[in-house]
Nanobody, 123 residues
Framework: QVQLVESGGRWVQPGDSLTLSCVAS????????VAWFRRAPGKEREFVGS????????YYEVPVRGRSRLSRDNDKNTAYLQMANLKPEDTAIYYC????????????????WGQGTQVTVSS
């Protein structure tokens, strides 16, 4: 059984930094592209970014570009989303997802999803 479990979400103040983790089990993690999505209150789910199998390539959507970093440790079956200079508009439930292809830009292909972790940015 495949499981993705996110953690690291919490309340932070604007300007703070945060690292989210996604631990996978039940799949050959190193052969899966991992993405992060988020859903803000009252809004549609939004693609945040994705990272390739080996971690040597990544893609970021505009709202987080330049202040986020995706990484992964395949030996630990874990992916990370580091975010800096957090803003109130980053408040959302953050989800990681995985799929066995290699296209970093597609968002409709993810096979497996975690349950999400809440990030709240407010003063």
């Amino acid at each position: 059984q495949v499981q993705l479990v996110e953690s690291g979400g919490r309340w932070v103040q604007p300007g703070d930094s945060l690292t989210l983790s996604c631990v996978a089990s039940g799949l050959p993690f190193g052969q899966y592209t991992v993405a992060w999505f988020r859903r803000a209150p009252g809004k549609e789910r939004e693609f945040v970014g994705s990272i390739s199998w080996s971690g040597d390539m990544s893609y970021y959507e505009v709202p987080v570009r330049g202040r986020s970093r995706l990484s992964r440790d395949n030996d630990k079956n874990t992916a990370y989303l580091q975010m800096a200079n957090l803003k109130p508009e980053d408040t959302a439930i953050y989800y990681c997802a995985a799929y066995s292809g290699t296209d970093l830009y597609r968002t409709d292909v993810y096979e497996y999803w975690g349950q999400g972790t809440q990030v709240t940015v407010s003063s």
